[in-house]
Every structure is written in C-alpha cells, then in structure tokens.
Nanobody, 114 residues
Framework: QVQLVESGGGLVEPGGSLRLSCKAS????????MVWHRQKEREFIARISS????YYADSVKGRFTISRDNAKNTVYLQMNSLKPEDTAVYYC???????????WGQGTQVTVSS
C-alpha cells in the first residue's frame, strides 16, 4: 500500500524556519521524483529527482531547500526566512519517473504569523 506521510508543519513567526518531512512507504522510493506542492491550487514548490537534481519555484528559491534520504525513504523541505504568504497546507507528491504515476500525501499545515 502506497503511503506518504507529511510532518513538521506548525506555527512560526515571520523570518523563522521549519523543516517538513515526508515519509514514504509501499513503493521503490529511489525510482521516484519527490515534489512539494502547497495549497492555492497545489502550487509547485520544489522537486528532487531520483538522482537528486533539484528545481524550485521562483517564489521560494534561495529560501527553501529540498533534499532526500533514500535510506530512510524520506524527503525533506527546509524552509527558511518564512513569510506570511508561505502560509498554506503543504503536500508531498511522489512521481514515478518511468510510468508517470503519482501519489499524494495528506498534507501538513504551515502557518506563518506573528
């Protein structure tokens, strides 16, 4: 059974940091690109390919860092210099690089507010 479980969301003040995690199970993690989206029409945030190439939305470039640990089947999103407009539900997505099949997590809330 494919499962993606996000964690690490919460309330943080502007300028603060959070690290989101997405733990995967039920599929061959190393064959998948991992992507972070956020609410607001599932806006693309960052992607990391199976060989760890990274891509970012302009809105987060220089502030957010995506990484993966294949031994732990986990992808991370380090978010620094957070702004109120970063407030959203953040979703993890796995995309098979061969078939294009996708799986989504349930999301984790990030709130940036003073």
């Amino acid at each position: 059974q494919v499962q993606l479980v996000e964690s690490g969301g919460g309330l943080v003040e502007p300028g603060g940091s959070l690290r989101l995690s997405c733990k995967a199970s039920g599929f061959t993690f190393s064959h998948y690109s991992m992507v972070w989206h956020r609410q607001k029409e599932r806006e693309f945030i960052a992607r990391i390919s199976s060989d760890s190439e990274t891509y970012y939305a302009d809105s987060v470039k220089g502030r957010f860092t995506i990484s993966r640990d294949n031994a732990k089947n986990t992808v991370y999103l380090q978010m620094n210099s957070l702004k109120p407009e970063d407030t959203a539900v953040y979703y993890c997505k796995a995309r098979n690089e061969y078939s294009g099949a996708e799986e989504w997590g349930q999301g984790t809330q990030v709130t940036v507010s003073s």
